[in-house]
Nanobody, 121 residues
Framework: VQVVESGGGLVQAGGSLRLSCAFS????????IGWFRQAPGAQRELVAR???????DYADSVKGRFTISRDNGKNTVYLQMNSLKPEDTAVYYC????????????????WGQGTQVTVSS
């Protein structure tokens, strides 16, 4: 599975960006797909994701400002980020948690290379 993010950049506080995550490859099923971020010196944290049965989770810090969406026909997941704040500055990663079947079935996590989002004050 290949995962490629795009759409990061430099934006002023209050601005907007839309991130895209395009993925390809074959898996048996996808358990969850979404976005994480990692700021300098901090742990990677969940931003937003589609979980099992279509459940959507958002970090409290982004609720009401960020929206995750997907285009199944294009195998793409988006993150619309509005009202950006300097504390949103981080590398944003797309993650897919999937079931893979080879000689047996197992869960695997796939990550993109990350895209930098910088919000200036």
């Amino acid at each position: 599975v290949q995962v490629v993010e795009s759409g990061g950049g430099l934006v002023q506080a209050g601005g907007s960006l839309r991130l895209s995550c395009a993925f390809s490859g074959t898996v048996a099923s996808i358990n969850a797909i979404g976005w994480f971020r990692q700021a300098p010196g901090a742990q990677r944290e969940l931003v937003a994701r589609f979980g099992r049965a279509g459940k959507i989770d958002y970090a409290d810090s982004v609720k009401g400002r960020f929206t995750i969406s997907r285009d199944n026909g294009k195998n793409t997941v988006y993150l619309q980020m509005n009202s950006l704040k300097p504390e949103d500055t981080a590398v944003y990663y797309c993650n897919i948690n999937a079931v893979v079947i080879t000689t047996s079935a197992y869960e695997a996590d796939y990550w993109g290379q990350g895209t930098q989002v910088t919000v200036s004050s």
